[in-house]
């Protein structure tokens, strides 16, 4: 019976002993295991702070150069005109003409903003500078009287991106190759969905008028400035 005992606490000492060596090794190799854990996470977030800095520089970068190209060519429209005898009304057949040759100037004082206008519309035009993608410039001789202009929404002061800030009466002033000036008096500031085409082809007045467009980032919509030609 004594034996037993012996033997039995014997027993238990080393199975304590065991259970003691066993959590011992076992807390640090935890510690070890969530240490990594929380050294890869540490690098993930640093790798993707990185990306997201470098995106964003890369953009900036990209819309600065954008702008920068953009007045390169006011610059040198300006300059080729001071040499130029022409007298004449621009052309009512836009349409002879090549999508990225510069047909005139639009200004909007009230948002501080000066471009030229590419004749055509495509993806990479309308990164550079505003585009005519429907009618001419007033004239007697031309059907349309409706002159739609698009231009980029960067959600900054760049471009057509606050042109939902025009309040009625607000002035946009179009200029041609021969200097020919046209004012315009915002009518109507709306937003109609994506694929509404209905502003391109329906005018307000009997007069003309002209049409901004650009997207509203936020909901996918079309943000419409309309707006009738002044007498001088």
């Given at each position: 019976?004594?034996?037993?005992q012996?033997?039995?606490t014997?027993?238990?000492?080393?199975?304590?002993q065991?259970q003691n060596?066993h959590?011992?090794?076992?807390?640090?190799?935890k510690?070890?295991?969530?240490?990594?854990i929380?050294?890869?996470q540490?690098l993930?977030?640093?790798?993707?702070i990185?990306t997201i800095?470098?995106?964003?520089?890369?953009?900036?970068i990209s819309?600065?150069h954008?702008?920068?190209?953009?007045n390169l060519?006011f610059?040198?429209?300006?300059?080729?005109k001071?040499?130029?005898?022409?007298?004449?009304?621009?052309?009512d057949?836009?349409?002879?003409?090549?999508?990225?040759?510069i047909i005139?100037?639009i200004e909007?004082?009230?948002l501080?903003?000066s471009y030229?206008i590419?004749?055509g519309l495509t993806?990479?035009?309308?990164k550079?500078?505003?585009c005519?993608?429907?009618g001419?410039?007033?004239?007697?001789?031309?059907?349309?009287?409706n002159?739609c202009i698009a231009?980029?929404n960067y959600?900054n002061?760049?471009?057509?991106?606050?042109?939902k800030d025009?309040?009625?009466?607000d002035?946009?002033?179009i200029y041609?190759?021969?200097?020919?000036q046209?004012?315009y008096?915002?009518i109507?500031?709306?937003?109609?969905?994506s694929?509404?085409l209905?502003?391109?082809?329906?005018t307000i007045?009997?007069?003309f008028?002209?049409t901004?467009?650009?997207c509203n980032?936020f909901n996918g919509?079309r943000?419409i400035?309309?707006?009738?030609?002044?007498?001088?």
């Open positions: 019976m004594y034996m037993n012996i033997i039995n014997d027993l238990n000492k080393h199975i304590d065991s060596s959590n011992k090794n076992t807390v640090p190799s510690k070890h295991f969530y240490s990594k929380f050294n890869i540490f993930l977030s640093i790798i993707a990185f800095t470098s995106i964003f520089a890369y953009y900036k819309l600065n954008k702008e920068d190209f953009s060519l610059n040198n429209y300006s300059i080729t001071l040499y130029s005898n022409h007298t004449n009304t621009m052309s057949n836009t349409s002879q003409l090549e999508p990225n040759s005139g100037i909007i004082p009230t501080n903003i030229p590419f004749n993806d990479e035009l309308l550079t500078s505003p005519r993608f429907w001419n410039f007033p004239s007697a001789n031309s059907d349309e009287i002159l231009g980029h959600d002061d760049k471009f057509f991106s606050k042109i025009l309040n009625i009466n002035k946009i002033y041609d190759n021969f200097d020919n046209y004012m008096s915002v109507k500031n709306y937003e109609v969905k694929d509404d209905s502003p391109v082809y329906e007045t009997d007069s008028e002209l901004l467009v650009t980032n919509n943000i400035i309309k707006a009738k030609i002044e007498d001088d």
